[in-house]
Nanobody, 116 residues
Framework: QVQLVESGGGSVQPGGSLRVSCASS????????MYWVRQAPGKGLEWVSG????????TYAHSVKGRFTISRDNAKNELYFQMNSLKTEDAARYYC?????????WGQGTQVTVSS
């Protein structure tokens, strides 16, 4: 069955970096756009980044552009999110999401905490 499993979250101080990953299985990873979506405590879902099938095209929300980098390894069926210069407002649960007619499958998320 389709699975998306995020890892790599944790606690970091403002200005720090984290890299979160998403391991996929059960579908043809290279056939889908992939996305990162986050949800901060008490707030709604926020799309933050997307990457096309072969990794050549990426998109970012204004709030993270220039600080975060999305990438993928289709040979490993993995999606990555390098987060630099983290701010307190980046604290959220980060979800790996498969594209295809919208956001059609979600992982369980990984928690990122940013505090001093």
């Amino acid at each position: 069955q389709v699975q998306l499993v995020e890892s790599g979250g944790g606690s970091v101080q403002p200005g720090g970096s984290l890299r979160v990953s998403c391991a996929s299985s059960g579908f043809t990873f290279s056939g889908h756009w992939m996305y990162w979506v986050r949800q901060a405590p008490g707030k709604g879902l926020e799309w933050v980044s997307g990457i096309n099938n072969n990794g050549e095209n990426t998109t970012y929300a204004h709030s993270v552009k220039g600080r975060f980098t999305i990438s993928r390894d289709n040979a490993k069926n993995e999606l990555y999110f390098q987060m630099n210069s983290l701010k307190t407002e980046d604290a959220a649960r980060y979800y790996c999401v498969r594209g295809g007619g919208g956001f059609n499958f979600w992982g369980q998320g990984t928690q990122v905490t940013v505090s001093s």
